[in-house]
Nanobody, 118 residues
Framework: QVQLVESGGGLVQPGGSLRLSCSAS????????MSWYRQAPEKERDLIAD????????TYADSVKGRFTISRDNGKKTVYLQMNSLKPEDTAVYYC???????????WGKGTLVTVSS
């Protein structure tokens, strides 16, 4: 059974930092592209960062570029999202996703809430 479990969310003041983690089990982690999405209240779920299987290539949404960093540790089957200079508009539930092309498979975690507020 595949499980993705996010952790590290919480309440932080504007300008602060958080590091999210997503631990995977039940899948060949190193074969999956890993992504972070977020969904703010009454908004769609948006892709904010992803990282290829080896960790060499990363991409970011413009809204987080320069502030967030995605990384992975294949030995620990974990992907991270370091979030710096947080803004109130970063408030959302953050989800991780594992995806592969061959075979085509996608798995989601249940999310962790990040609230940026003074």
């Amino acid at each position: 059974q595949v499980q993705l479990v996010e952790s590290g969310g919480g309440l932080v003041q504007p300008g602060g930092s958080l590091r999210l983690s997503c631990s995977a089990s039940g899948l060949a982690f190193s074969r999956y592209t890993m992504s972070w999405y977020r969904q703010a209240p009454e908004k769609e779920r948006d892709l904010i960062a992803d990282i290829t299987t080896t960790g060499i290539t990363t991409t970011y949404a413009d809204s987080v570029k320069g502030r967030f960093t995605i990384s992975r540790d294949n030995g620990k089957k974990t992907v991270y999202l370091q979030m710096n200079s947080l803004k109130p508009e970063d408030t959302a539930v953050y989800y991780c996703k594992a995806s592969s092309r061959v075979p085509s498979m996608t798995f989601w975690g249940k999310g962790t809430l990040v609230t940026v507020s003074s």
